[in-house]
């Protein structure tokens, strides 16, 4: 039994796990593998949504709800209707100066979301 073997056998999560790293996107009639880690922020205009990461823009077919669902929720959170973003990515935020990302992008943040938002941040950073 080689050592992938073994590593399987003893963790059966293993494979799922690694999966949860990345999210499938069907970009130009094909699917694309994007890294969680690189995803900056998404936005919705026209029913289109926009996968802003560091290398490249994805433009998909999907709705907030759709793809929320599939990223692990303890990372992204929606900041406005239509804006969600990474909170490994945020600079700072306030109420009237909205999200600033570590790119250097200022998105608006909705005052109807700012609790949640404030709240989801602090438990994803773990201050108190």
Known sequence: MSAYNIEEAINPGLERTEESENIILRYNRRDV???VDSI???E????ALTVHTWA???TVRMTF???LGELPSSRFARCHNSYAVNLA???HFSRT???TLDCCVTLPL???YFNEFRGRFIEFTGAC
């Open 44 to 47: 919705v205009l026209n029913h």
């Open 40 to 42: 900056l922020y998404m």
């Open 110 to 112: 909705g005052r109807k």
């Open 56 to 58: 490249k823009d994805y």
């Open 89 to 91: 990515r945020i600079s």
């Open 97 to 99: 100066g909205g999200v």
């Open 65 to 67: 709800s759709q793809i």
């Open 33 to 35: 593998q994007i890294p």
